[in-house]
């Protein structure tokens, strides 16, 4: 597929799943927009590398003021978002009655309601171009729910919902919207729950495999790259009737 002209905005892209999808996009010759805290630098280096030298913007996405001024340099720019990829995300794992009220914030701010915020703001762009793909990833959390993450699964099943909605406000126009929810991918955030068993004293690959063996029947992470190749397929022309799906991606885990 060739996205020659198309500018792609990415949010969490300096590492994991962004940094995936962002590579898919910029090889299939996608203008990027990276944003995240990580290494932007060496992210900057790789996607330019591949194509186009990318875009990048630091934007805190719990401020919405923040938010404002990134899709505002994407506008100056670039001249507004053609692609808009909602993947940044946080992490944390405590029973309710023990979760801290500031993390359950931070977690609704950067999972959820960013998505919103850069959706409302991506839009009017792409109503006047008629074209427009909006790809959230959500989690398999998104559909099902584990104990102690309680805030991350509000968040996740939120950003399928409001992806329904936002499909049905769309669905006689150019623009797209759907979800991508993983399983178990080998982010950061995925290591940090491998290292907690490793330091209850499990061998380090016994640790991976048993965290897969919980959840993920194929006994296999899903990749960055593989999650970018579904996001590519939505951006086609094949998939302009692919409306308001939360399709997951997630080696059998849901199946179950």
Sequence with gaps: MNLNGKTALVTGSTSGIGLGIARVLAK??????????????????????????????????RDVLQIEAMMRYAESQFGGVDILVNNAGIQHVAPVDAFPVEIWNDIIAINLSSVFHTSRLALPAMREKNWGRIINIASVHGLVASKEKSAYVAAKHGVVGFTKSLALETARTGITANTICPGWVLTPLVQQQIDKRIADGVPPEQAREQLLA??????????????????????????????????NMDGGWVAQ
């Design 28 to 61: 299939a010759g996608a203008q990027l927009i990276l944003n995240g805290f990580g290494d932007s630098e060496s992210a900057r280096e790789e996607i330019a590398q591949l194509g186009k030298k990318p875009g990048y913007h630091d934007a805190d996405l």
């Design 214 to 247: 919980e959840k993920q029947p194929s006994g296999e992470f899903v990749t960055p790259e593989q999650l970018g190749e579904l996001a590519l397929f939505l951006c086609s022309e094949g998939a302009v009737n692919v409306r308001g799906v939360a399709w």
